[in-house]
């Protein structure tokens, strides 16, 4: 169904990104980026350094103004509507600054929705991991409670678990501990680098954090929309499949 | 193809959102109520109407064409020669179906429409008892058969109509009165041809038709035969329909298969017929204007649900869910908000029209009741409002579903 190309998961070439408007502003200039199975990559960068920028369009919510993206071995230019929403709930999950779950499903639901999106069959493939990735994020005790009654970090650790509930290849967080206090962040940080090791999920994580990044493998710091560091800490882990 | 997932979350957030629910299908409710109780109460009283001028009426008549009596001049002989009593002749000859049998056999099958028919003997006499005298209208029928054409078995106060004996007769309640007549009494009937009947009476009834109760006796038809001396002939067919619209175009049909004349209802009620007209179309505007009124509401509460939820629909987007995943969520919500709408909306309706219907007055001295609000209430009627309810929910939810299936994911996120 989908094809899992070799150790790279997700590849950028020559991406430009010009937001047209009054005055364009230019968010990604020339950006070449491999992102490899496995792999925890910690995205760092002021402020409209083009981070934002940078994830949607790896997640296929934006389209760059020139250059190619590539990812399960297609590239995404020949991507119809259709596809590229499959792309997005079975091979990549996502985490937002606010968490963004819905209030009116419980947490399990919440945690289920991207296999709910895809199909009666993958709930079933999925329910069983998904309750364990809950009871592993601390939240065994919560599975029927609705957002509105968990605190920040414990939604935060819902959308996490959402990310992954399809088993994807690469999840993309912005700024997921941006919301929350140092304690907690650090906490929802540890937990999604805990995943990466369990599950072999390559993450992108953008962060302000630099105490953060110290975590990752590989650390990649945006200036003016230009890389101006790709630096790999240490090897990811590698998962036989 | 309905998507599960789409049918999920609507239910949820239906489910979820319990007062803005319950305000829209209560937009739909009260119109589809409206809908069905204007539908009930205006076609009950087209209804009323129209059987206050075809109930004690057979819905055609065929009859022998009335023969003109004509100038000697205009007589054209095979030899040349008339003879002056030809003339007086034709104009004394009663109009009579001789062939009637075959006609009453033959006719069901002209049509499905035709749902009875009934050979009658019809003639003016005067009724004498007592030294009283009055003109009446003397009618000659099988009963059984007649009661299918026109109603009076169930009409009856007392005594009876089917099973009528020769020499017997059943009368109208208001002729009853006048001549003090009960069950079992005499009365002597003089035809315009002066032939005297004697006849008991068998039965009284009440059809609601001054005309009628108070002027009109049954009697079998072959003692209507001698007393109008038209041997084994009828004077008329009568036939009642079952779609008594159709009666002018099914009269017309037979006048071309019989070789008589016929005349239906609607030819004798043109103005009555228009004004229905009028009615049904002012009717029919109001329920238009209603079910307009009622897709707004649900539209308008629609599209403020879309605004308030633009964040979950961008999330939902941003994790993979497709644009005609996210229109389906919108189009089932309205669909479904309408359907139960109009569900409510229907047991409102019918209970309110029910619920009048059952008011009833006393309407004749003999105690015949009839309902105040003459509603009709047909199974069609409320199956048409609630399939109109969920076709207009479903339009009215396309525009708010294109908007959600149309937002921008990143500008949801972006939007923090
Ligand atoms: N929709 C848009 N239209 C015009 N310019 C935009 C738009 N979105 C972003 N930009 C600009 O693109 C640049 C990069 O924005 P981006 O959101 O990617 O930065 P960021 O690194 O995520 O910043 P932050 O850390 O504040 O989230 C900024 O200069 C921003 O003003
Ligand atoms: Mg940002």
Same mark, same amino acid.
């Given at each position: 169904?989908l094809?899992?190309?070799?150790?790279?998961v997700?590849e950028?070439?020559?991406?430009?990104?010009?937001?047209e408007?009054?005055v364009p502003t230019p968010?990604l200039?020339d950006?070449?980026?491999?992102v490899?199975?496995?792999?925890?990559?910690?995205?760092?960068g002021?402020?409209g350094?083009g981070k934002?920028?940078?994830l949607?369009i790896?997640?296929l919510?934006?389209?760059?103004t020139s250059g190619q993206v590539w990812?399960?071995?297609?590239?995404a230019?020949?991507?119809?509507?259709?596809?590229?929403?499959?792309?997005?709930?079975?091979y990549?999950g996502?985490v937002?600054?606010?968490?963004?779950l819905?209030?009116?499903?419980?947490?399990m639901?919440?945690?289920?929705l991207?296999?709910?999106?895809?199909?009666?069959?993958?709930?079933?493939?999925?329910?069983?991991r $998904?309750?364990e990735?809950?009871?592993?994020?601390?939240?065994?005790?919560r599975l029927?409670y609705?957002?509105?009654q968990?605190?920040g970090?414990?939604?935060?650790r819902?959308a996490?678990?959402?990310?992954l509930?399809?088993?994807?290849?690469l $999840?993309l967080a912005?700024?997921p501990?941006?919301n929350?206090?140092?304690?907690?962040?650090?906490a929802?940080f540890?937990?999604m680098?805990f995943?990466?090791?369990?599950?072999?999920?390559a993450?992108?994580?953008v962060?302000h954090?630099?105490?953060?990044a110290?975590?990752?493998?590989?650390?990649v710091?945006?200036?003016?929309?230009?890389?101006v560091k790709?630096?790999?800490?240490?090897?990811a882990?590698?998962h036989?499949? | 193809?309905i998507?599960r997932f789409?049918?999920?979350?609507?239910?949820?957030?239906?489910?979820?959102?319990?007062?803005?629910?319950?305000?829209?299908?209560?937009?739909?409710?009260v119109?589809?109520?409206?809908?069905?109780?204007l539908g +009930?109460?205006?076609?009950?009283l087209?209804?009323r109407?129209?059987?206050?001028?075809?109930g004690?009426?057979p819905?055609?008549?065929i009859?022998?064409p009335e023969r003109? *009596?004509i100038a000697?001049?205009?007589?054209?002989?095979?030899?040349?020669?008339?003879?002056?009593?030809?003339r007086?002749?034709?104009?004394q000859?009663?109009?009579?179906?001789?062939?009637?049998q075959?006609w009453?056999?033959?006719? *069901?099958t002209?049509?499905?429409?035709i749902?009875?028919?009934s050979p009658?003997?019809?003639?003016? +006499?005067f009724v004498?008892?007592?030294?009283?005298?009055? +003109?009446? %209208?003397?009618?000659?029928? &099988?009963?059984?058969k007649?009661?299918g054409?026109?109603d009076?078995?169930?009409?009856?106060?007392?005594g009876?109509f089917f099973?009528l004996?020769?020499?017997?007769?059943?009368?109208g309640?208001?002729?009853a009165d006048?001549? +003090?007549l009960?069950?079992?009494?005499?009365?002597?009937?003089?035809?315009a041809e002066?032939?005297?009947?004697n006849?008991?009476v068998?039965?009284? &009834?009440?059809?609601?038709f001054?005309a009628?109760?108070?002027a009109?006796?049954?009697i *079998?038809l072959?003692d209507a035969?001698?007393l109008?001396g038209?041997?084994?002939?009828?004077?008329?067919?009568?036939l009642k329909?079952?779609?008594?619209?159709?009666?002018?175009?099914?009269a017309?049909?037979? =006048?071309l298969?019989? *070789?008589?004349?016929t005349?239906?209802?609607? #030819?004798d009620n043109?103005?009555?017929l228009?004004?229905?007209r009028?009615?049904?179309?002012?009717?029919?505007?109001?329920?238009?204007?209603?079910t307009i009124a009622?897709? &707004?509401?649900i539209a308008?509460i629609?599209?403020?649900?879309?605004?308030?939820?633009?964040?979950?629909?961008g999330?939902?987007?941003?994790?993979?869910?497709?644009?005609?995943?996210i229109l389906q969520?919108? =189009?089932?919500?309205?669909t479904?908000?309408?359907?139960?709408? =109009?569900i409510?909306?229907?047991?409102?309706?019918?209970a309110?029209?029910l619920a009048l219907y059952?008011?009833?007055?006393?309407v004749s001295? %003999?105690?015949?009741?009839?309902e105040?609000f003459p &509603?009709d209430?047909t199974?069609?009627?409320?199956?048409?409002?609630?399939?109109?309810?969920v076709?207009v929910?479903?339009?009215a939810?396309w525009y708010p579903?294109?908007?959600? =299936?149309r937002?921008n994911?990143? #500008?949801v996120i972006?939007?923090?």
């Open positions: 169904m094809e899992r190309n070799g150790d790279v997700c950028l070439r020559h991406v430009d990104k010009v937001y408007g009054a968010a200039l950006i070449n980026l491999q490899r199975r496995g792999e925890f990559l910690v995205v760092l002021a402020s350094s934002t920028t940078l949607n790896i997640g919510l934006d389209t760059p990812l399960a071995g297609r590239n230019a020949d991507l119809s509507e259709e596809e590229r929403a499959a792309l997005r709930s079975r990549m996502f937002f600054q606010f968490h963004y819905l209030p009116e499903f419980t947490v639901e919440n945690a289920l991207p296999c709910k999106i895809v199909g009666a069959r993958m709930v079933e493939q999925n329910r069983n $998904v309750k990735l809950l009871v592993r994020v601390g939240l065994g005790d029927n609705r957002p509105n968990l605190s970090g414990q939604q935060q819902v996490i678990v959402r990310a509930a399809n088993n994807p290849e $999840v912005d700024e501990t941006g929350l206090d140092s304690k907690n962040g650090f929802v540890e937990m680098r995943m990466n090791r369990e599950t072999g999920t993450f992108v994580v962060t954090d630099e105490r953060l110290q975590e990752a493998d590989r650390v710091v945006l200036e003016d929309g230009r890389i790709d630096e790999i800490q240490r090897p882990v590698t036989e499949l | 193809m998507d789409s049918f999920s979350v609507a239910i949820r957030h239906l489910l979820y959102y319990k007062g803005q629910t319950l305000l829209t299908m209560g937009v739909v409710a119109s589809v109520t409206l809908i069905i109780f +009930a109460l205006i076609g009950g087209q209804k109407l129209i059987s206050s001028v075809t004690a009426i819905h055609v008549v009859r022998q003109k *009596p000697v001049w205009e007589v054209a002989t095979a030899n040349g020669v008339l003879y002056l009593g030809e007086v002749k034709l104009q000859q009663k109009r009579k179906i001789e062939d009637w075959s009453e056999a033959r006719l *069901p002209f049509s499905d429409n749902r009875a028919v009658v003997v019809e003639g003016q +006499a004498n008892r007592n030294e009283k005298r009055k +003109a009446v %209208t003397v009618v000659g029928v &099988f009963p059984e007649h009661n054409v026109v009076i078995q169930s009409k009856l106060v007392q009876r099973g004996n020769g020499g017997e007769a059943v009368v309640f208001k002729l006048e001549f +003090a009960k069950l079992g009494d005499k009365i002597r009937v003089v035809s002066g032939n005297v009947g006849y008991t068998a039965g009284i &009834f009440d059809t609601g001054s009628v109760d108070s009109t006796v049954f *079998p072959r035969q001698s109008f038209v041997g084994n002939a009828v004077t008329t067919i009568g329909l079952q779609r008594i619209f159709e009666a002018k175009d099914l017309q049909q037979i =006048a298969q019989v *070789p008589y004349e005349r239906s209802w609607m #030819e043109q103005q009555l228009s004004g229905l009028a009615q049904s179309q002012s009717s029919n505007l109001i329920l238009v204007f209603t009622a897709g &707004f509401g308008s629609m599209i403020t649900s879309v605004v308030t939820r633009l964040r979950e629909i999330i939902l987007k941003a994790i993979g869910a497709t644009n005609r995943q969520i919108f =189009a089932i919500e309205g479904l908000l309408a359907f139960f709408g =109009a409510a909306g229907a047991i409102q309706g019918v309110l029209s059952s008011i009833r007055v006393q001295e %003999t105690g015949r009741t009839a105040v &509603f209430l199974p069609d009627l409320v199956i048409r409002a609630i399939v109109i309810a076709l929910g479903l339009a939810s579903a294109w908007r959600a =299936a937002v994911a990143i #500008e972006r939007g923090g």
